[in-house]
């Protein structure tokens, strides 16, 4: 793992925690939408008291989300940003329980019916590292337990690759000015790792998930499952 890009990832997000909630909105398109998607497939009754965690809470919306459609969920929520972890911890309060580690190297402590994770995983290189995390996400899962991620996405495809990027600018720009485009795209080649979505569903299927699907799509950004 190059230590450097990992560190300033966790420096990122520590530093930006109390404006993230107002900034995703306006610098990822149809957010929300996204991560209703991932709630919506948790294939279980709302009456069940879901074991779940969320891999990179930030401030906690994904594990509010579950927690508001299965009001009985028990819910682990991770992250490698204090700050970040403080604000989940202050909207959560006792609903959940709280645990600062990295992902790269995190050894998950209970059995869960779902793992959910929301623009994270971009921060893990394809290869053996995220396979390695895929297994012990398999491996956390109960049977018949699911893994649904939200993520950004890159085609292998140079020409569709960068069309997405374009379709991405041109949201940021209904919010901000032309620099922070810039400033994104930075941020985005010095920090990020997107994966091609095909290849990884197929490290899923290598991981041992039995279907793996893409629910929600929009250029760079989606949305899967993958179930145990
Ligand atoms: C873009 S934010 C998303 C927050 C939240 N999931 C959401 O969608 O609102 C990414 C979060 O992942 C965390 N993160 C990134 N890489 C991580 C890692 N390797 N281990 C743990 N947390 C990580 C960051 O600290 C940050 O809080």
Redesign the pocket.
């Known amino acids: 793992m190059a230590r450097q890009r990992?560190d300033s990832?966790?420096e990122h997000?520590d530093g930006e925690a109390t404006i993230f909630d107002a900034r995703?909105v306006r610098m990822v398109p149809h957010y929300r939408e996204m991560l209703e998607t991932m709630i919506a497939a948790i294939p279980f009754p709302t009456s069940k008291s879901v074991r779940a965690a969320d891999l990179?809470?930030?401030?906690g919306?994904?594990a509010w989300l579950v927690k508001e459609r299965f009001r009985k969920a028990r819910i682990t929520c991770?992250?490698?940003?204090p700050n970040?972890l403080a604000l989940a911890r202050r909207r959560l309060g006792p609903a959940a329980e709280f645990d600062l580690?990295?992902?790269?190297t995190y050894s998950f402590k209970g059995t869960y019916d779902a793992m959910l994770s929301?623009?994270?995983l971009h921060?893990?290189k394809a290869g053996p590292e995220k396979a390695a995390l895929f297994r012990r996400i398999h491996g956390a899962l109960a049977k018949g337990g699911v893994f649904l991620n939200t993520d950004i996405f890159t085609s292998r495809d140079r020409a569709v690759a960068r069309m997405q990027l374009d379709k991405w600018a041109e949201f940021i720009l209904r919010s901000y000015p032309r620099c922070e485009v810039q400033r994104n795209y930075r941020r985005y080649k010095q920090e990020d790792r997107p994966a091609d979505p095909q290849e990884e569903l197929v490290a899923l299927r290598k991981a041992g998930f039995h279907h793996v699907e893409m629910l929600w799509k929009y250029y760079n950004f989606g949305t899967y499952i993958a179930v145990k």
Do not use: P
């Not at 990179?56 to 401030?59: S, V, Y």
């Not at 580690?101 to 790269?104: A, S, Y």
């Open positions: 990992i990832v966790r997000f995703v990179g809470c930030g401030t919306t994904v991770i992250d490698f940003a970040m580690g990295d992902l790269h929301s623009l994270v921060h893990v």
